[in-house]
């Protein structure tokens, strides 16, 4: 027997008892010694932090055909399983996993890390987000969860997930979706463009549909939006359209064309909140809106405003 086996075979006089209180502390200092080896592949375990929910059986056995030929190249990072010492806990690589248990592998290559169940969703979402593995409800679903669970502000995350403020804030609307078209998101039937666009629908259910039945693309479900906020303001009340016509004129307001439709999504984007921009008849002035749900998004707004660079004079 190796040097490496001597500790577990002095071990063996202490009885069960003593054994079993000591188990998980044994475990851990081996893991420290042997970070990277090979286990079987029924020792891991899917983890209860991963913000992954749904796997693609065609990536899947696409990936299981490599592994046939080619093996597992890439180590799966694991931690102790809290529950199971003498077995691990997925932190990042279900899928290869998955395809691996495909592909019948007996045995695969590991990488053991300690981590708190904060730290083991933060990787698990960097690497899923850089991967593109996850779909825009994960990845909102798990944002979600750093927030709240684990008190990580949008800047915070901003900084560890690599993507920008506004992304983050932006992808965190679409779980004010209905559960239907959440789940049409997720079943990639809708995109994440389709869905910022819905998000403003009075009736985002029957639009989806519409959309999904329609083939429509991201503008197209946009310009169905604007239309359907149109139709209500004009049905509200007998002759309403005729007032609504009038009301429109006094005002000055003209109808938008696409640059200002582009400029209010690209101020959207920016802010990661929703942008309104109304003209006045005259082409030289409007209306800018920004709306926000919360004190923290408002805060945000003032904040990016103080310090945005003071405009050149010209002289």
Not at 127 to 153: K, M
Not at 254 to 283: C, F, P, Q, W, Y
């Amino acid at each position: 027997m190796s040097e490496s086996q001597s500790p577990k075979r002095s071990n063996l006089g202490r009885g069960l008892a003593s054994l079993l209180g000591e188990a998980a502390g044994d475990y851990a200092d081996l893991d420290r010694h042997r970070a990277n080896k090979t286990v079987p592949i029924e020792h891991l375990h899917p983890s209860r932090v991963q913000p992954r929910r749904h796997f693609d059986e065609a990536a899947l056995d696409s990936l299981a055909e490599s592994i046939k030929t080619q093996g597992l190249l890439q180590a799966i990072l694991v931690r102790r399983h809290p529950d199971r010492p003498s077995e691990y806990e997925i932190i990042a690589g279900e899928r290869r996993w998955r395809a691996a248990q495909r592909a019948q592998l007996h045995e695969v290559p590991i990488l053991v890390r300690e981590m708190d169940d904060g730290t083991a969703l933060e990787l698990a979402i960097v690497e899923n987000v850089q991967r593109q593995d996850l779909d825009p409800i994960e990845e909102a679903e798990g944002y979600r969860r750093l927030i709240d669970d684990f008190s990580h502000s949008q800047e915070e995350l901003s900084r560890l997930i690599g993507k920008s403020r506004p992304h983050i804030a932006n992808t965190l609307r679409l779980l004010n979706l209905p559960d239907s078209v959440k789940d049409r998101v997720g079943e990639g039937s809708l995109s994440a463009g389709h869905a910022r666009a819905l998000l403003s629908a009075e009736e985002p259910e029957k639009l989806a549909e519409e959309v999904v039945r329609r083939g429509l693309t991201v503008r197209e479900t946009e310009r169905l939006v604007s239309g359907q906020k149109g139709s209500r303001g004009q049905d509200g009340a007998a002759g309403g359209r005729q007032k609504s016509r009038s009301s429109a004129a006094a005002k000055g307001a003209v109808a938008k064309d696409a640059d200002t439709l582009a400029l209010e999504r690209d101020l959207s984007g920016l802010l990661g909140l929703k942008v309104n921009i109304e003209l006045h008849g005259n082409g030289e002035g409007g209306v800018l809106s920004v709306h926000y749900d919360n004190l923290d998004q408002l805060d945000d707004v003032l904040r990016r405003l103080n310090q945005a660079p003071a405009p050149s004079s010209g002289l």
